[in-house]
């Protein structure tokens, strides 16, 4: 029996970068591939220990589908009703046994006055 494995390989995000006002959503998606099916973890720049979980206040996460039909749970991080202290890099680590790789995406946020 032949069995494949392959590292986790990230799809280019859409942006890199996004710009919001004060109290708007954000959607940050995160999708890849890789076998065994990778699983993803958010992350922020300044508290690079927290994982975010749907436990988080304003967060939620959902399964995204990958343009080759696989199911990457937690893909996408939404936020609701940004504040200033939300401008700064979220890191997604798409990984698996064999390894991972990461994609940074910049939040500003900027005042409503």
Same mark, same amino acid.
């Not at 890199?16 to 004060?22: F, G, I, P, Q, Y």
């Not at 990958?66 to 890099?89: E, F």
């Given at each position: 029996?032949?069995?494949?494995?392959?590292?986790?390989?990230?799809?280019?995000?859409? #942006?890199?970068? @996004?710009?919001?006002?004060?109290?708007?959503? $954000?959607? +940050?998606?995160?999708?890849?591939?890789?076998?065994? !099916?990778?699983?993803?973890?958010?992350?922020?720049?300044?508290? #690079?220990?927290? @994982?975010?979980?749907?436990?988080?206040?304003? $967060?939620? +996460?959902?399964?995204?589908?990958?343009?080759?039909? !696989?199911?990457?749970?937690?893909?996408?991080?939404?936020?609701?009703?940004?504040?200033?202290?939300?401008?700064?890099?979220?890191?997604?680590?798409?990984?698996?046994?064999?390894?991972?790789?990461?994609?940074?995406?910049?939040?500003?946020?900027?005042?409503?006055?």
């Amino acid at each position: 029996m032949l069995t494949y494995v392959a590292r986790p390989v990230a799809n280019d995000p859409d #942006s890199t970068s @996004v710009s919001l006002m004060e109290g708007d959503d $954000v959607e +940050l998606t995160c999708t890849g591939w890789g076998w065994p !099916v990778p699983y993803v973890v958010w992350t922020r720049e300044d508290y #690079s220990d927290h @994982v975010y979980a749907v436990t988080d206040f304003g $967060v939620s +996460l959902r399964d995204a589908v990958t343009s080759y039909n !696989v199911t990457l749970q937690n893909a996408v991080l939404r936020i609701k009703n940004l504040n200033r202290s939300d401008q700064l890099n979220y890191l997604c680590s798409i990984a698996n046994n064999f390894g991972y790789t990461n994609i940074t995406i910049f939040v500003r946020v900027k005042g409503t006055s």
